[in-house]
Each structure stands twice: as C-alpha cells, then as structure tokens.
C-alpha cells in the first residue's frame, strides 16, 4: 500500500516555474515506477511524464520536452516534477501516482495503481 500526497501547486504567470513534489508513505515506493498526469476541465486524464524504478530512465509528452523535469529521491521516498517555461495550456490538476510493482515504467494510467489528490497548477496569461 502506497498514500501519495503532493504539494506545491499554485498560481504563476506564463513563463514562471513551480515545483511539485509527491511524497509516499510506504515501503515499496523505489520499487515503483513513477509517473505525473494532468486533467484540464472537459478533457481527458492527460500523461505528462513518468520514471522508471530503479534507474533515472524518463519519459515525457512532447509538449512539456524541454520545459518539466521529472526526478526522484528514493531515499526521501518522493518524486518531483519541476516545472519551467509554463504556458497558459499547462493549468490543470496534477496528479502524481505509482505503479504496480511489476512495471518499470508506464506512459498510461491504467498501469498506475495508487494516486494523489492532485494539486491545481494555472498559469495566466
């Protein structure tokens, strides 16, 4: 069992920075791949990046390559997702889980088993 809690959401004008963190409680979180998805009001539940256990192998979208840093400390049981060059299309909820024990990485969620409660990124125009 893994409880997520995230922070560090906020409001920033376009072309600021935030930093989320996600921070697990539980034994098996560097046994975890972990991942950041996002949801924007009317849309789907969108991937935004993901790292693999273990190792520091990432993944991202293409529109946030470049601009967001995935990152983990195992030895502090969280994972990061900084946040650079921010545009008005990046605001939703963030959301950062982990998924099941046998998946070394994943770009869906449906292969992510525990989930935060997602703080709320906007970024003004």
């Known amino acids: 069992q893994v409880q997520l809690a995230e922070a560090g959401g906020g409001l920033v004008q376009a072309g600021g920075s935030l930093r989320l963190s996600c921070a697990a409680a539980g034994r098996t979180f560097s046994r975890h791949a972990m991942g950041w998805f996002r949801q924007a009001p009317g849309k789907e539940r969108e991937f935004v990046a993901t790292?693999?256990?273990?190792?520091?192998?990432?993944y991202y979208v293409d529109s946030v390559k470049g601009r967001f840093t995935i990152s983990r400390d195992d030895a502090k049981n969280t994972v990061y997702l900084q946040l650079n060059s921010l545009i008005p299309y990046d605001s939703a909820l963030y959301y950062c889980?982990?998924?099941?024990?046998?998946?070394?990485?994943?770009?869906?969620?449906?292969?992510?088993?525990?989930w935060g409660q997602g703080p709320q990124v906007t970024v003004s125009s």
């Open positions: 790292i693999a256990r273990s190792e520091d192998r990432t």
């Open positions: 889980a982990a998924a099941w024990l046998d998946i070394n990485y994943s770009l869906t969620p449906y292969d992510y088993t525990y």
